[in-house]
């Protein structure tokens, strides 16, 4: 499996969502003021970022880059759910293939996977992923974890309790377990 830039994990909200996220929080938190809401942000990006790893989804859609090795077969791409496959280059500097060169799909799932057979130097595939265009079209048990999260660190920044155990409860039935690595025939 290959590595992933922007993927789970790498948040960073853009302006109408940051907003969103921060009015959430300052809401929890009970805060009206002006004057944390950079640290705020920087809290609600990363408890985002830990519940896509959580979940193991992409859960706010962005684009990402995979590098994948030289391999036969089809490869399953390192993030889920995949909406587009928007390029695909091979070495170092990468070149964009030409097309019948390579074979992509996204199946019902999500999982995108790519298959370039002949191409002997590493990939660089570039993807579009995530569940959800906006703040507002995450889950609604997603983003009150987040929520309850961003709080909770915006509180004890010595980090000396535990997470609320309602953050984990909000989050468990979107988790993705992975019970062995995905194969395509």
């Known amino acids: 499996m290959g590595t992933l830039t922007g993927g789970p994990g790498a948040v960073t909200l853009p302006p109408g969502d940051r907003d969103a996220a921060l009015d959430a929080v300052r ?67 990468a070149a964009v293939l030409a097309a019948g060169t390579f074979a992509v799909d996204i199946d019902a799932a999500g999982a995108g996977w790519i298959r370039a057979d002949g191409v002997a130097a590493p990939l660089t595939v570039t993807i579009e992923a995530g569940e959800a265009a906006s703040w507002a079209a995450i889950p609604a048990a997603i983003r009150q974890g987040v929520v309850l999260l961003a709080a909770h660190l915006f509180g004890d920044r010595e980090g000396r309790q535990a997470p609320p155990a309602a953050v984990a409860a909000l ?5 993705d377990l992975k019970l062995a690595e995905r194969v395509r025939a």
């Open 27 to 93: 809401a929890q938190l009970r805060v009206e003021t002006a004057q944390d809401d950079a640290l705020i942000v920087a809290f609600a990006e990363t408890a985002l970022g830990l519940a896509e790893r959580y979940t193991g989804r992409a859960l706010l859609l962005r684009a990402m880059v995979a590098e994948m090795p030289a391999a036969a077969g089809w490869q399953l791409l390192p993030v889920a759910p995949v909406r587009a496959i928007t390029a695909v280059a091979a070495g170092r500097p």
């Open 171 to 175: 989050w468990r039935p979107f988790r």
